[in-house]
């Protein structure tokens, strides 16, 4: 796994280059908030997670399935991966960041790539809201109760 990308991905790069065409500017893997966002643009408060759909196990995606050897392992690495997601997800928007995350398969094809950037960026340039995912994959959490996130 060592040969596998973590940061400067083709997605990745599609969304960058995009926003910078729209006069955004933004800084690129910050470690200092939590879960290293891939995009994070200060001036709108916003963290952007440009997630692979087989690494973070986006469901009901053609792009994710199991492997078919060591399925045990895989599938408790990409539950983790989950996991930490919603972490970090929750610690930006406790800390008052909206979030944004978008799937590889939204950016892929590219019939519909276009009409995603764009409602990216009118969800980053808009001033409602605190988070915004565009394939809702968050399941409420056992024992905790629904948090309301308007402020």
């Not at 280059?17 to 290293?36: A, C, E, H, N, W």
């Not at 078919?68 to 408790?76: G, L, Q, T, Y």
Request: glycine letters at 6%; one cysteine or more.
């Amino acid at each position: 796994m060592a040969a596998i990308k973590g940061k400067d991905t083709k997605p990745e790069m599609i969304m960058r280059k995009y926003l910078f065409s729209r006069g955004l500017r933004f800084r690129v893997q910050v470690r200092k908030l939590p879960g290293t966002p891939d995009i994070v643009l200060p001036k709108y408060k916003t963290a952007v997670f440009v997630n692979g759909c087989f690494w973070h196990g986006h469901e009901g995606c053609k792009y994710f399935r199991l492997p078919k050897s060591n399925v045990e392992f895989w599938k408790e690495k990409i539950e983790r991966n989950i996991e930490r997601d919603r972490e970090s997800m929750q610690a930006l928007l406790d800390l008052g960041w909206k979030v944004i995350r978008v799937w590889e398969c939204e950016l892929r094809n590219k019939a519909n790539r276009e009409e995603t950037l764009n409602k990216i960026y009118t969800s980053i340039t808009s001033s409602e809201g605190s988070g915004y995912s565009f394939e809702e994959t968050d399941v409420p959490m056992a024992a905790e109760p629904e948090a309301d996130y308007s402020r």
